[in-house]
């Protein structure tokens, strides 16, 4: 662990990032004093503008020579689905956590700070995510299932030679998307410690359990399909090149080696295998 605390540093920074900018532009978007509120009445069209925002923010990241080295998960549930596939070693995938939550926290400490009162106001309430008015049941199914098609479409892409080097686009895409269509249902997190951060300032934990459960749920369900299907997992990097080191189980050679774009019917039926 001493030898990978850059990745851990990495992971706290990296959602620290994108809190901030999520605090920035949901203040902008939905701050009822804000320019852009009048300039824009319709709620839709500010959704689908911070869709865009924090689509490209995670396609930044991901593809950054930071989020290249660690892996850019910036999610405790995308990490431990990796940990659960045998990618990730428990101590690195706890350090990971543990990063995660308190960077994610920090970002939305440091916007507090520049923001001030506009990213307390009711409107905007640290950019919380909280069930829309289908109620709880309807935001527990909705994170559940948006998580189980990012990590489906993550997995999927980033284990094929021919696909591997568009992962961080597809997610980001899915990001954009999620936030404009699916946010009314559930504030659109797929990540637990996204929902911390901002509950923690806003002291909002009425729901929180929504977003500790689902998002984890979610994904594992779909390592499980996954597993069943093509059988192997070749690192748990979204973006590996081979400029930077890795510190997870790694396969990625045998991927490069591969002449065709999806693991073939004679892989293991498992991804558990290191």
């Not at 500010?46 to 989020?67: E, N, W």
Request: hydrophobic residues 55%; proline residues 6%; glycine residues 8%.
């Amino acid at each position: 662990m001493r030898e990978h605390w850059p990745e851990y540093a990495i992971e706290a920074a990296g959602l620290g990032v994108f809190m901030l900018v999520a605090c920035v532009f949901g203040t902008l978007l939905a701050y009822p004093g804000s320019p852009v509120v009048r300039a824009m009445p319709d709620a839709l069209a500010r959704r689908a503008l911070m869709g865009v925002v924090m689509g490209l923010t995670a396609i930044g990241l991901i593809y950054s020579p930071f989020g290249r080295r660690s892996g850019a998960h910036f999610n405790p549930a995308t990490t431990l689905t990796f940990w659960w596939v045998g990618k990730v070693a428990t101590p690195d995938a706890l350090a990971y956590v543990v990063a995660q939550l308190v960077g994610g926290v920090a970002g939305v400490v440091v916007a507090a700070v520049v923001l001030g009162a506009a990213l307390a106001d009711p409107a905007v309430n640290y950019v919380v995510t909280q069930p829309g008015a289908a109620g709880s049941a309807a935001a527990f199914v909705a994170e559940a299932v948006i998580s189980f098609v990012l990590m489906s479409a993550v997995l999927c892409v980033s284990n094929s030679q021919r696909l591997a080097r568009f992962t961080g686009l597809v997610a980001g895409v899915l990001v954009a998307l999620y936030i404009t269509i699916e946010a009314p249902l559930s504030g659109m997190s797929m990540n637990p410690a996204r929902s911390v951060a901002s509950a923690a300032p806003a002291q909002a934990w009425t729901a929180l359990w929504i977003y500790l459960a689902a998002p984890p749920l979610g994904m594992l369900l779909a390592a499980e399909t996954y597993a069943r299907r093509a059988g192997l997992v070749y690192c748990a990097k979204l973006y590996h090149d081979d400029t930077s080191r890795c510190i997870f189980r790694c396969r990625h050679a045998e991927l490069i080696a591969t002449r065709s774009a999806t693991p073939s019917a004679s892989a293991p039926a498992t991804v558990r295998s290191a």
